[in-house]
């Protein structure tokens, strides 16, 4: 189906378009950006659908998006998305904003039992019949012009997300699950804006358990490093130095050039570019004391009962997502089981450190086992919390 778009780039055309779209209840919204090399994604295009209008809004070309903003944030508009991350990331880099209230129609679509992580492509065919061409998926929207045929992809990107919603929302509310999306989304915004600090980025990397304490305080200098430069050149931390490379030198303590040249993980570039930076941290963190090292980590499977602990919130989870017709592995995937052993066994861990709950102590899984789960952890090793 093509539909007949508006193209918005002046203040005024999207002053009056947003003041049509706060009027409805909900609408149906997208992005596009591009994200390479940098840190942040580099917003390119917004596509609203109300019901009524298409429109594409050109986010480079109007200085003023306070408007935008107002409609992205009111409270009255239920905001439609498609597996939403990186969207949320993309309004709160170029706006300072996430869009609220939410609904993720790939959320919703999960909760209702079509599918795991379904692409708006095979949402808008299995709900609506339409099968829709993905060709322009790789364009640079940050260039201009961008091409009818590019506009018209943008485009389809929301014309069929509201109809979606709708029949999304006839069969959550049949289940009375309609809340637990708002719930979920919640929760993806609160982890979305939960920056970690410099200090603690070293929590989430890989291995860590395997370090020495002057090792690991070494890797901790690197990564704190790595994150605020990430941050303040906007530039992906893989391309400032990867994470294996961090590891190794942490691993390694070169004292000089050629000794961290010699390392085969680490690219030219990268030992050339910031070598002497991450000399000096290593300098840094053979001078230090002890009482500066940070506590050691631990593998998780290293946990007396390890396999017993995540067989039991794996058993409660199951049979509460059976008895809801919510996949399992979606009420609790590895990572959220993971979540629950970190944090009542270790005496700090990344989900800590973002200053969050673990997923199944929050919201409608929290409803559904988060006492059973508390009454089970009673019974948890608590030997690394030493």
């Known amino acids: 189906m093509t539909q007949a778009y508006q193209y918005i780039d002046t203040y005024d055309a999207l002053r009056n378009y947003c003041q049509q779209a706060e009027q409805q209840s909900v609408i149906a919204v997208d992005t596009e950006f591009v994200r390479t090399r940098t840190f942040y994604p580099q917003i390119g295009l917004v596509q609203i659908f109300d019901g009524i209008d298409v429109v594409l809004i050109d986010p480079i070309a109007i200085d003023d998006l306070s408007p935008l903003k107002a409609l992205l944030t009111n409270p009255n508009v239920i905001k439609v998305l498609h597996a939403c991350s990186e969207d949320l990331e993309t309004f709160e880099y170029a706006m300072g904003i996430m869009p609220e209230p939410l609904f993720d129609s790939q959320v919703g679509a999960q909760l209702a039992g079509l599918g795991n992580s379904l692409g708006y ?208 592995t979606y009420f609790a995937s590895k990572r959220q089981i993971n979540q629950i052993i970190s944090w009542y066994c270790l005496a700090f861990d990344d989900t800590r450190a973002l200053g969050m709950e673990p997923d199944l102590l929050v919201g409608w899984r929290a409803e559904l086992v988060g006492a059973k789960i508390k009454a089970a952890a009673k019974n948890f090793s608590q030997k690394f919390k030493e």
Do not use: M
């Not at 014309?159 to 029949?167: A, G, S, T, V």
């Not at 989304?185 to 982890?191: A, E, H, K």
């Open 121 to 328: 492509g095979r949402l808008v065919e299995l709900l609506q019949g339409v099968v829709l061409e993905k060709g322009e998926s790789r364009t640079d929207w940050i260039s201009r012009p961008l091409s009818p045929k590019q506009l018209q992809y943008a485009a389809e990107d929301v014309i069929y997300l509201l109809p979606c919603y709708h029949k999304l929302v006839e069969l959550l509310t049949e289940n009375g699950q309609l809340q637990w999306v708002y719930d979920e989304i919640d929760q993806l915004i609160r982890r979305k804006r939960a920056n970690i600090a410099p200090e603690h980025a070293y929590l989430l990397l890989k291995n860590t358990w395997k370090l020495q304490p002057i090792n690991l305080y070494a890797l901790q200098l690197l990564a704190a490093w790595r994150l605020s430069y990430a941050r303040e050149h906007d530039i992906t931390q893989n391309f400032i130095i990867r994470e294996q490379s961090a590891f190794e030198i942490a691993y390694r303590l070169p004292g000089h050039k050629s000794a961290l040249f010699a390392l085969d993980i680490v690219t030219p570039q990268e030992a050339r570019r910031h070598c002497d930076i991450v000399l000096d941290l290593i300098r840094a963190a053979r001078s230090a004391s002890e009482t500066e090292y940070p506590a050691p980590t631990h593998r998780l499977t290293d946990v007396p009962l390890y396999k017993k602990h995540v067989a039991q919130i794996k058993e409660i989870c199951t049979t509460a997502a059976e008895a809801v017709n919510v996949d399992p």
